[in-house]
């Protein structure tokens, strides 16, 4: 097993990483690759967390004999966004091919309004502390997991136990019953992972989201959204018809006017405004968008960790050049262009 060693000026940071099975969450390999047993090495801890982005060894052992807390073990100082299998969700420099997910990188070299503000990598946002949009004020800072955060069970406040178990759960079935076999451990959400986390997406090699028509079915990842920007999810504060008030989510592509012709008249899934599935483990052919049938959702727009334009959006909606600015709404919105 390969040692990934975090060089920031006179800290040298160990940390190891598992490494996932090639199909599934499920991480193999050494037991000391993720835990240490005692916190000691030659008379040095083990344990390291970040703080503010920086690496800080703690002699006080993490929950579970982990060496890293979730930042930690998803962070690189290189440009690389999987190492060692691990899924790198904070880059130190500009990422190459982020993920999924985007990158927290943006969020401290490009802004605070690009992305969300995560204990650990940057500190509360400036403007909003710790209210999310079209939510109410939170006791804490958004963190990876537990109740202030969105992975893990979300009713454990503490983010080691809210991903307990997590890691090591066999899951080639995603129901959401347990963290471990919820999509991309989001308890209770359903979908279907692309195994590299969209590093090298095609318009047919991609992750699959729960949509819903319902605002109140919790699978799907825009009601998990909902659960800190509520306003921007549910009936009262979208609306069910035009005139919108917000953009609507969980809500159908119709399949009439503009938006019949969705990615201009070729109906290929776009991975610059993506769209849910109402069961994502029966698309004929993903490759293709059916409007009438699935689902526009939040992530349609937005990146869930962090990207280079404003708002985490997934393109430049500020631009002044107006085609670069309805690059991404075009997509649905096929006369706006």
């Known amino acids: 097993m390969r040692v990934r060693r975090l060089v920031f000026g006179n800290i040298v940071v160990v940390c190891l990483l598992c490494v996932c099975m090639p199909l599934h969450a499920e991480v193999t390999g050494e037991c000391s690759n993720c835990h240490t047993m005692h916190n000691s090495q030659g008379g040095q801890p083990m344990a390291y967390h970040l703080v503010n982005g920086q690496p800080v060894a703690s002699s006080t052992p993490n929950p579970m004999l982990l060496v890293c807390d979730c930042i930690g073990c998803h962070t690189s100082d290189g440009t690389n966004t999987i190492v060692n299998g691990v899924p790198i969700v904070y880059n130190m420099v500009s990422p190459n091919k982020p993920l999924a997910g985007g990158n927290f990188y943006y969020v401290i070299n490009n802004g605070n309004n690009r992305g969300h503000n995560v204990f650990g990598i ?148 776009s991975l610059i405004a993506p769209v849910a599935r109402l069961d994502p483990n029966s698309v004929a052919d993903p490759s293709k968008v059916v409007p009438g049938q699935d689902v526009v959702m939040c992530l349609s727009c937005h990146r869930a960790h962090g990207s280079p334009y404003y708002k985490m959006l997934r393109w430049d909606y500020t631009n002044y050049d107006l085609d670069k600015a309805l690059s991404g709404c075009s997509v649905c919105h096929t006369n706006k262009q």
């Open 122 to 269: 940057s500190g509360p946002d400036p403007n909003l502390g710790n209210t999310p949009p079209g939510g109410t004020s939170m006791s804490s800072q958004l963190r990876c997991a537990g109740k202030y955060g969105c992975h893990g069970d979300r009713t454990i406040v503490n983010q080691f136990l809210a991903m307990k178990g997590a890691h090591h759960t066999h899951d080639v079935v995603l129901d959401g019953s347990t963290v471990g076999k919820s999509y991309r451990f989001l308890k209770g959400v359903l979908g279907k992972e692309e195994p590299h986390w969209e590093h090298d997406a095609t318009s047919s090699v991609h992750n699959e989201y729960q949509g819903a028509t319902d605002f109140s079915t919790s699978t799907s990842i825009s009601s998990l959204c909902a659960q800190c920007h509520g306003n921007f999810h549910s009936s009262t504060g979208v609306g069910d018809n035009s005139p919108w008030f917000r953009h609507p989510t969980d809500i159908i592509l119709p399949n009439k006017g503009e938006y019949q012709h969705y990615n201009d008249d070729t109906l290929d899934y």
